[in-house]
């Protein structure tokens, strides 16, 4: 039985909700203040500061293979809601929060978070992938909130996705036997002249389903592309695998919770389900695990 939806709803309507069941995402644009947006600009700035004079990436920030101490390139900032109050009062907020409600219920939990970059002339793709790849649970109430701090359009590096993907299995995301956190997209039956890319001006929000299969491409333009991606699902969307990451207890799990209120009883559905094991022995941000894939889809159709 899917979660009960408010029977108010607080900002999508009706089409809103049946495109997103339909074909796995919708863009919202301009749902952020200009303000708000300025705001998260400024501690964008501020983490790009903070890689000055990194050699290696750290447990704060993880680097592009460009970046040098004297001209920082940062691709992804590790949970930014730990690290800015904006970034977290923004997660906690119903610019957020109210489109979430609208699709998994009133009880939401926070997974994870992060600020992907890519910057001008560079930006790494982030191949092929479907996110239930990585943290399969009891349900797929799972989803992806993604903020845009910049204009996101075809050149620079815009998230694409393949409509009705999420209906589908979870594919493979192994490479001799170990997860390597992508998929070969042809082998998997796809065409990448099918994906839509989903842009829009600074400010838009995305939001993806857990099992669509997306990625994002090289950016090639003279801009900068910043997105922030908070992974949320369901309060009764329990992991299957992974367990509660790292060595959290129950108790500490709960703290996650964004809004309404948690459950000790998983909703099972029958969904499909692939384990992401055996873990590569070099574990790392996406970027490094999908390093080990014997195909990349970006990279290839770039040659």
């Not at 359009?153 to 589908?168: A, I, Y």
């Not at 065409?191 to 839509?196: G, I, L, N, P």
């Not at 699902?233 to 709960?254: H, K």
Request: hydrophobic share 40%; with cysteine.
């Amino acid at each position: 039985m899917a979660t009960p939806r408010p029977t108010e709803r607080e900002v999508l309507s009706a089409d809103d909700v049946a495109f997103y069941d339909d074909n796995g995402y919708v863009v919202l644009e301009r749902r952020l203040p200009a303000e708000t947006v300025a705001a998260l600009k400024a501690e964008l700035a501020r983490f790009r500061e903070m890689a000055r004079g990194l050699r290696e990436s750290d447990e704060r920030l993880d680097l592009e293979d460009s970046h040098s101490p004297d001209d920082p390139r940062v691709r992804r900032v590790k949970l930014p809601h730990t690290q800015s109050d904006i970034v977290a009062e923004l997660m906690r907020s119903d610019l957020i929060l109210a489109p979430v409600r609208d699709l998994v219920g009133p009880d939401v939990r926070l997974h994870t978070s992060k600020l992907n970059v890519k910057s001008a002339h560079y930006g790494a793709p982030v191949d092929w992938h479907q996110d239930f790849a990585f943290y399969p649970h009891t349900n797929d109430d799972l989803l992806a909130v993604g903020v845009m701090l910049d204009d996101v359009d075809e050149e620079n590096g815009p998230l694409m996705v393949f409509p009705g993907s999420h209906k589908g299995p979870i594919y493979d995301h192994h490479a001799s036997g170990v997860f390597a956190g992508t998929m070969d997209l042809e082998a998997s039956g796809f065409d990448m002249k099918d994906a839509v890319k989903l842009m829009a001006p600074a400010g838009s929000i995305s939001i993806h389903h857990g099992r669509i299969v997306h990625g994002s491409d090289t950016n090639r333009s003279a801009r900068d592309r910043g997105v922030i991606f908070y992974e949320m699902m369901a309060a009764d969307a329990f992991p299957i695998m992974g367990s509660m990451t790292g060595a959290l207890s129950f108790e500490e799990y709960d703290t996650r919770m964004l809004c309404g209120s948690p459950t000790k009883a998983p909703r099972l559905e029958a969904i499909p389900v692939r384990v992401p094991q055996p873990q590569p022995v070099k574990r790392g941000s996406i970027y490094e695990v999908q390093k080990a894939a014997a195909k990349h889809g970006f990279r290839a159709a770039a040659e």
